[in-house]
């Protein structure tokens, strides 16, 4: 769990970076590529990708020693990370509701943390591992088609399509059982997590910079949390400590709930300056 939270906060920081710097090299000509090639020259998008990295990092160290319900509801409650890093380094104000959502995500992880059993003991199946790889595939033309919508349908399509790319990841982490290249190359998880990976970071740096934040990340969220958890608990065994599966159940919903009342930290917000004045957290970027 403590494997797990600390991804959530270097997932939750990151994307303030990210959100500025997607935001910046927006405008210019071009499609999702050029996009994400000109986010790529912000120091701010590359330390957000570092940060990452190491959340990455994190969490196959917590999915390998809990169910994916648990890791999955720790990961949503990187937004209220980032509510709470977006109200000390861009001086936004929260809200008081905001601030019982950030207490009522602690409380719902901390509910997860008291009931969660260790990680499911099947192994997932041959069948399970293509399926992953289908769904990764799915994900990517997801994007390639959404971006062709409406700004509302865009929103909602490209977030859930991003959800779906990290909830992939989540699963695959579990399907992979070996580090040795001869197991990687042959693994079909392996291509899964790379595949679901990628598509997802596409997604959500276009989500970013073209849609509706809060509707986007709304997506992220069900889609990163639901349909793994449910994979996590029909098919490779994932189970709370005796007695107290309910315990667990309510965790997870006041977590995603709490969540989903953060949504529009899904983008680093920029505070409203008076006429004239840049807004807290432009002028640094135009300055870079």
Do not use: H
């Not at 330390?47 to 990452?52: H, R």
């Amino acid at each position: 769990m403590v494997c797990a939270l600390g991804a959530a906060v270097c997932f939750g920081t990151a994307t303030v970076l990210q959100a500025i710097a997607a935001r910046a090299a927006g405008g210019g000509e071009g499609g999702d590529t050029a996009l994400l090639l000109r986010a790529l020259r912000q120091w701010r998008y590359l330390a957000g990708l570092g940060l990452d990295g190491l959340g990455f990092l994190l969490q196959i160290a917590a999915l390998r020693s809990l169910p994916i319900y648990a890791v999955g509801a720790a990961l949503a409650s990187s937004l209220a990370v980032t509510a709470v890093v977006a109200a000390r380094l861009l001086r936004v104000r929260l809200t008081g509701s905001e601030w019982a959502a950030v207490t009522v995500v602690c409380a719902g992880l901390a509910l997860l943390g008291l009931a969660s059993g260790a990680e499911g003991d099947r192994e997932g199946s041959t069948a399970l591992k293509y399926a992953m790889l289908a769904t990764a595939v799915v994900v990517l033309l997801l994007g390639l088609a959404g971006g062709r919508l409406p700004e509302r349908g865009r929103s909602l399509t490209l977030g859930l399509g991003a959800g779906f790319g990290f909830g992939v990841v989540e699963v695959a982490v579990r399907l992979i059982d070996g580090i040795a290249p001869s197991v990687l190359l042959t693994n079909p998880a392996t291509y899964a997590l790379l595949l679901g990976g990628s598509a997802a970071f596409l997604l959500l740096t276009t989500a970013l910079e073209r849609g509706s934040v809060t509707v986007a990340t709304a997506g992220i969220v069900v889609g990163e949390t639901v349909g793994p958890a449910t994979v996590g608990v029909v098919w490779l065994g994932d189970r709370t400590r005796e007695g107290m599966a309910w315990v667990a159940v309510l965790g997870f919903m006041v977590a995603v709930a709490g969540a989903l009342l953060l949504a529009r930290f899904g983008e680093a917000p920029v505070e409203e300056a008076p006429v004239g004045e840049a807004p807290v957290g432009e002028a640094s970027v135009e300055e870079a």
